[in-house]
């Protein structure tokens, strides 16, 4: 089956696109497009697959966010920014709802970040704290700057959902390695997370925040936006960083103005940059890719993200 795409990223988080609004394929099927696409050893790869999808009574359109695993994630606000830049163009609009999986997130075109970079602005949320509804078996209701035993006997979590499940850990310094021991534990779905979680380690930086996470049905990525959403709210939540305040959050892939409410809602502004568009062949029965044809590339844009991030 042939698919048009665009390669795409927020804030390093890169995805195939597609347009799947007028495209009728089973969950299933998705999956197996992911799994093909988001290889990284494929012709295309990425973190994962962006589909516009249509609206509701509610949004104008939707997203569809699959991992590199195939699994379906309830939001991801790295490719929201993609899909509304997407959805923006095809409907001539510049503001709008977006229906995700199990909530909305509500998208606007933004002040660029810096010259020539595409930018949106999406507020999500509320964020939760309920550690039932992940769930989470064994812990307390709520768990903030508290010890998971089953997890680690030692370090201190948040577990926020945004609405995907994270536990953030503030540290001094970012130790990839045991941020990989700890989210492989998570990924392997123990009997006392049985949907998983993204973990994230994060290092306060004077009034700015650097995230790094392992994601759900990803692994270790240079870049996760609800992360970095879960991170700010954590950050208020426990004294760090002050309530409306506009802050900076990096990651390995770049930067997001953001700031978190009372209240749950998260407000980022960020990067939906395009590389390349073009067509590829899936075989959905061996889940591979083929016949790249790249129709057009995006030189300026790429070359303004990568001065955006060179500061």
């Given at each position: 089956?042939?698919?048009?795409?665009?390669?795409?990223?927020?804030?390093?988080?890169?995805?195939?696109?597609?347009?799947?609004?007028?495209?009728?394929?089973?969950?299933?099927?998705?999956?197996?497009?992911?799994?093909?696409?988001?290889?990284?050893?494929?012709?295309?790869?990425?973190?994962?697959?962006?589909?516009?999808?249509?609206?509701?009574?509610?949004?104008?359109f939707g997203m569809v966010m699959r991992n590199s695993d195939g699994s379906e994630a309830e939001t991801c606000l790295?490719?929201?920014r993609c899909v509304a830049r997407a959805g923006f163009e095809a409907l001539g609009i510049d503001t709008a709802t977006v229906r995700l999986k199990t909530s909305h997130a509500d998208a606007t075109r933004d002040a660029?970040?810096?010259?020539?970079?595409?930018?949106?602005?999406?507020?999500?949320?509320?964020?939760?704290?309920?550690?039932?509804a992940w769930p989470i078996h064994g812990a307390p209701e709520r768990l903030v700057e508290a010890v998971l035993p089953m997890l680690d006997r030692e370090r201190r979590f948040t577990a926020v959902t945004m609405?995907?499940?994270?536990?953030?850990?503030?540290?001094?310094?970012?130790?990839?390695?045991?941020?990989?021991?700890?989210?492989?534990?998570c990924e392997g779905a123990p009997d006392w997370l049985p949907?998983?979680?993204?973990?994230?380690?994060v290092e306060v930086r004077g009034d700015a925040l650097f995230v790094r996470t392992f994601e759900r049905?990803?692994?270790?990525?240079?870049?996760?936006?609800?992360?970095?959403?879960?991170?700010?709210?954590?950050?208020?939540?426990?004294?760090r960083i002050a309530w409306d305040r506009p802050t900076v959050v990096f990651n390995r892939g770049g930067l997001v103005r953001a700031?978190?409410?009372?209240d749950g809602m998260v407000t980022l502004s960020g990067n939906a940059t395009y590389?390349?568009?073009?067509?590829?062949?899936?075989?959905?029965?061996?889940?591979?890719?083929?016949?790249?044809?790249i129709e057009r590339h995006f030189p300026d844009e790429i070359a303004a993200w990568e001065a955006a991030k060179r500061g």
């Open positions: 089956m042939r698919f048009g795409i665009v390669k795409c990223h927020g804030s390093g988080n890169d995805f195939p696109m597609i347009d799947a609004r007028e495209l009728s394929l089973s969950g299933d099927e998705w999956a197996a497009v992911a799994r093909a696409l988001a290889d990284r050893t494929g012709p295309v790869g990425g973190d994962g697959l962006l589909l516009l999808v249509s609206g509701d009574d509610r949004a104008a790295n490719g929201v660029d970040l810096a010259p020539g970079v595409y930018t949106v602005r999406e507020t999500a949320g509320p964020a939760g704290l309920s550690t039932a609405p995907n499940p994270h536990l953030v850990h503030f540290v001094a310094t970012v130790d990839e390695a045991e941020l990989v021991r700890l989210g492989t534990i949907n998983r979680a993204n973990v994230s380690f049905g990803v692994g270790l990525t240079d870049s996760c936006g609800s992360a970095m959403a879960a991170s700010t709210y954590a950050a208020c939540l426990t004294g700031f978190a409410e009372e590389e390349w568009a073009g067509s590829v062949t899936v075989n959905l029965t061996t889940e591979t890719a083929s016949d790249l044809v």
